[in-house]
Antibody, heavy 120, light 110 residues
Framework: QVQLQESGPGLVKPSETLSLTCTVSGGSISSTSYYWDWIRQPPGKGLEWIGRLSFSGSTYSNPSLKSRVTMSVDTSKNQFSLRLSSVTAADTAVYYC????????????WGQGTLVTVSS | QSALTQPPSVSGSPGQSVTISCTGSSSDVGNYNRVSWYQQPPGTAPKVIIYEVSNRPSGVPDRFSGSKSGNTASLTISGLQAEDEADYYCTSYTSSSALVFGGGTKLTVL
């Protein structure tokens, strides 16, 4: 059974870069059947799709965040990562990583989520 | 892209049925069958309950059903149970190859 686990700093200063890693266990990240996505949820608010990447490293981001988002994959560690630059308080959220079924575009497995707070 | 439109809240008594709508446009819901629904109890990660408009993953009770008409997708929960109380989100693939979520609907079981 595939499991995903987010990790990274829980506190980031304004204007700095948020960095998170998602570790995939129980399955290989190098599958042509899946994308690997990031989704966030500000406290008390709804879900926002951040972007996706494939094991080969191709990426696609939410146009509203595209200029600040960098995503990468490390197949040797079965991990993928998110970097969000120039953060503000509006980027405070629970960040989830999720497995995205390629053929049908839904998320079949989610990490537990990690809260990142942007504050000085 | 704009978020899909869901009612902020719905409610129903145990045993009743409720329907949650998810309205988009011809650039997303109306043009693709890649609509999925997620259930999120408080303090937990979302879990898929419907994919491709009306398909249920294994383990999801058949009380949950999905449908679509035009630019609006719908999730129906029949035989409401207390454990169904949660937030529900729809999502759709879009013509710009992005994914977009609905704003979410809080289901209260009275």
């Amino acid at each position: 059974q595939v499991q995903l686990q987010e990790s990274g700093p829980g506190l980031v200063k304004p204007s700095e870069t948020l960095s998170l890693t998602c570790t995939v266990s129980g399955g290989s990240i190098s599958s042509t059947s899946y994308y690997w996505d990031w989704i966030r949820q500000p406290p008390g608010k709804g879900l926002e799709w951040i972007g996706r990447l494939s094991f080969s490293g191709s990426t696609y981001s939410n146009p509203s965040l595209k200029s600040r988002v960098t995503m990468s994959v490390d197949t040797s560690k079965n991990q993928f990562s998110l970097r969000l630059s120039s953060v503000t308080a509006a980027d405070t959220a629970v960040y989830y990583c999720a497995r995205h079924v390629l053929a049908t575009d839904f998320f079949d497995c989610w990490g537990q989520g990690t809260l990142v707070t942007v504050s000085s | 892209q704009s978020a899909l439109t869901q009612p902020p809240s719905v409610s129903g008594s145990p045993g009743q049925s409720v329907t949650i709508s998810c309205t988009g446009s011809s650039s997303d819901v109306g043009n693709y069958n890649r609509v999925s629904w997620y259930q999120q109890p408080p303090g937990t990660a979302p879990k898929v309950i419907i994919y491709e408009v009306s398909n249920r993953p294994s383990g999801v009770p058949d009380r949950f059903s999905g449908s679509k008409s035009g630019n609006t997708a719908s999730l129906t929960i029949s035989g409401l149970q207390a454990e169904d109380e949660a937030d529900y989100y729809c999502t759709s693939y879009t013509s710009s190859s992005a994914l977009v979520f609905g704003g979410g609907t809080k289901l209260t079981v009275l």
